[in-house]
């Protein structure tokens, strides 16, 4: 079965700071790992993807995640915080490339202060 | 750009009802799912469907689920008789399938709430 931790349920950041939420997983097969952003009332938006390319992935809004295999890691990282990323982050993961299900992790709630 | 819809955005219903959440995924999609989020936890994964059968479904999706791709555009999940803890935001997601065709591109869901 596969599985994600995201440690950490409440992030909060200075604007200008850096974003850095953490995810693992655990996959018996090579994983394809995504994460998801959550703004209030809003569905899910995917703001980056891992399929066994690039270990490092840049995605939307300059958020970029690196995957790490002996780490079992896939952390996203953000340089510079702006008050529009304020929102739920999700890590997810799945066995293949089409068809099957993504297994979600808990979530992390990005805060912003001014 | 495509995207998923969904209908109703919110409903409500009394326990024990049947309700009927809609959806039309992407036009050239060949793979959809529901997913499902008790509110302050994970989204979690219900069912998916392809070629007009399951492919896959959690334990959540019991014999009180159940989904149908009708007339080729809509994807429904009916709930046959409403339970408490039924209440949540639904979620379709869709994907065209193939190779780098991996992204499930979500729609803004129902919220259902039952009493």
């Known amino acids: 079965a596969q599985s994600v931790t995201q440690l950490g349920s409440h992030v909060s950041v200075s604007e200008g700071a850096l974003v850095l939420l953490r995810c693992n997983y655990s996959s018996s097969v090579p994983p394809y790992l995504f994460w998801y952003v959550q703004y209030p009332n809003q569905g899910l938006q995917l703001l980056l993807k891992?399929?066994?390319?690039?270990?490092l992935v840049k995605g939307i809004n300059g958020f970029e995640a690196e995957f790490k295999k002996s780490e079992t890691s896939f952390h996203l990282t953000k340089p510079s915080a702006h008050m529009s990323d304020a929102a739920e982050y999700f890590c997810a993961v799945s066995k293949k490339s089409s068809g099957d299900k993504l297994t979600f992790g808990t979530g992390t709630r990005l805060a912003v202060r001014p | 750009e495509p995207e998923v819809t969904q209908t109703p955005s919110h409903q409500v219903t009394q326990m024990g009802q049947e309700v009927i959440l809609r959806c039309v995924p992407i036009s050239n999609h060949l793979y959809f799912y529901w997913y499902r989020q008790i509110l302050g936890q994970k989204v979690e994964f219900l069912v998916s469907f392809y070629n007009n059968e399951i492919s896959e479904k959690s334990e959540i999706f019991d014999d009180q689920f159940s989904v149908e791709r009708p007339d080729g555009s809509n994807f429904t999940l009916k709930i046959r008789s409403t339970k408490l803890e039924d209440s949540a935001m639904y979620f379709c997601?869709?994907?065209?399938?193939?190779?780098?065709?991996?992204?499930?591109?979500f729609g803004p869901g129902t919220r259902l709430l039952v009493l």
């Open positions: 891992y399929t066994s390319a690039a270990t």
């Open positions: 997601a869709s994907n065209s399938g193939g190779a780098g065709q991996e992204t499930q591109y």
